[in-house]
């Protein structure tokens, strides 16, 4: 209201708010819908969902590795929200966060008793270069190489800026690099290198 009335305009102020992954197919409709478009957010997201949904049917029967998703290094923070549905669609299965709700800070502790077989790194707003240079608190831990997802080199890196923390359409290319990197004998979607890299 404020906004409104400070500018002549006065814009609409289309407030979002995702938590889990039909929150953001509602955000892209009801975006579109603001924008007198209805019907392309209703394509869009059926574009989506279609993709999506082939990787998932892909996927179906194959192993399933148990996942940890960190999202923060220093503190230690686990995924949430769509984080976790998006590990399902790709074949795997969320160690510690839970779908639809913020799963915020973890002790290394908890990462280590669980014990995923697969590990994802995708700070908040870093691409893949800061990334790197922001593993050392976790990549030193006396821990850290005991883990099973380290010493069977099943460790990615995420491009949390461009893909793995954005609510938005590339949500669908997230799914993409989940399921390039955990399973290469089947997607070859050409993300390895941008949207995501194995930690050596």
């Given amino acids: 209201e404020a906004v409104r009335q400070g500018l002549a305009s ?3 102020i289309v407030s979002m708010r995702p938590d889990a992954l039909a929150d953001l197919f509602a955000d892209m409709r009801a975006i579109a819908e603001a924008l007198d478009v209805p019907e392309r957010g209703v394509q869009l997201v ?3 969902r279609a993709r999506m949904q082939a990787i998932a049917e892909r996927v179906a029967g194959r192993p399933r590795p148990r996942v940890a998703c960190i999202e923060w290094i220093e503190p230690l923070m686990i995924a949430g929200n769509w984080t976790p549905e998006l590990l399902a669609l790709s074949g795997a299965d969320d160690a510690l966060g839970t779908a639809g709700q913020h799963a915020g800070v973890v002790s290394f502790e908890a990462i280590a008793a669980a014990d995923p077989d697969t590990i994802w790194i995708t700070p908040c707003g ?4 800061r990334t790197r240079a922001e593993l050392a608190p976790l990549v030193t831990h006396p821990g850290w190489s005991a883990l099973r997802a380290v010493r069977e080199g099943r460790v990615f890196l995420g491009d949390g800026n461009a893909y793995f923390n954005r609510p938005g359409p590339r949500v669908v290319e997230t799914l993409e690099c989940l ?12 993300h390895e290198g941008s949207g995501w890299a194995r930690l050596s």
């Fill in 10 to 12: 006065r814009p609409a």
């Fill in 46 to 48: 059926t574009r989506l």
């Fill in 126 to 129: 870093f691409d893949l270069a």
């Fill in 179 to 190: 399921a390039e990197a955990m399973h290469p004998e089947a997607f070859r979607f050409g």
